[in-house]
């Protein structure tokens, strides 16, 4: 289908703003006439250094990030956070985690490999189709923070409320930043692999509260150190500096939309379309229970896995592609990232529609 317009409903790495990849695309050879690519040019270099600059600042304009907080630009995914999170901020050798999904699990074990890991939520025993209420939450005294994903990727649940522990708050929000509006102030930590609505692979953003910097474990690697990377604003060693430029370029976007205030609105809407649908269909099924359904990942299925193959294979055919669940949920599932068009939606719905009539349904 080469040139064909397609939707891309991947989970990660995903769709990103047009307009910023044909500003990539303006810009990739001669960037502002000096005469190189932003790919080739030393990280130190003053052209570097602007973008760098504009990409914070930009961040820090569109969450309204407080004065306290630092923003770090860094590699090595949001799995390499599972571990530097205990390492600099379990003080006192213990945390709650909150298990709601397949990454806050794999962040809850990795942490276990540091210090004592109070499980504070599971939800696994209804195969993590739900968000637990604040009443659900346990805990322990001794923590030095309570941990939460915010959205559940392949699960296709979404916390639609800040919990309030007492305890220093630290979140994943690699498949929701900037769809919405957020109190940082709240937060001790939050960080997001890039790759699912902010840029390329590669980047992950982490937003600290700079007082909670400077207690590392000895053995922390260097690089690991949130007090080093802020004193050396990111820049202890090579940034991924092409993924910064890029956040740049989605950030100039959602600025032309209006801010985190308008995509959140576009977002619902998405989202009321899709689930809309769902909730009348007498085929398919949504995985997530109502109140805790991801505006980002809509995860439903048909009941027959046959189906969902062939489900699947006919909407690539129609250039609507990734639809496939995560291999340990099964099913389906439909990323509707912010640079999701509504258009996309409209068409899956449609081709939902005319696959629920043409099975006899
Ligand atoms: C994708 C994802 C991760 C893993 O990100 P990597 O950058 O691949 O390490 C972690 N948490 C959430 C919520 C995700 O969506």
Redesign the pocket.
Known sequence: MSGEKVYNFS??PSVLPESALLKAQAELLDYKSSGMSIMEMSHRSLYFKAVFDESKAKLKAALKVPDTHEILFLQ?????QFAAIPMNLMVSGEASYAVT?N?AS??AKEAEKYGKVHIACDTSDRNHSYIPSPEELSVSEGSDYFYY??????YGTEWHYVPETGKTLVC????DILSKPVDVSKFGLIYA?A??NMAP?GL?VVIIDKSLAGKAMPITPKVMDYKVLIEKDSMLNTPPCWCIYMLGNTLDWVESVGGVEEIEKLNLEKAKLLYGFLDESKLFVPHAETASRSMMNVTFRTGSQELDGEFVKAAEQRGMLNLKGHRIAGGMRASIYNAMPIEGVKALVDYMKEFEVTHNV
């Open positions: 989970a990660g090595g995914g949001a799995t390499l999904g990454f794999l962040a994903c915010a959205n559940n990727t392949i994943d929000m690699s498949s692999g790759q699912k692979a992950t």
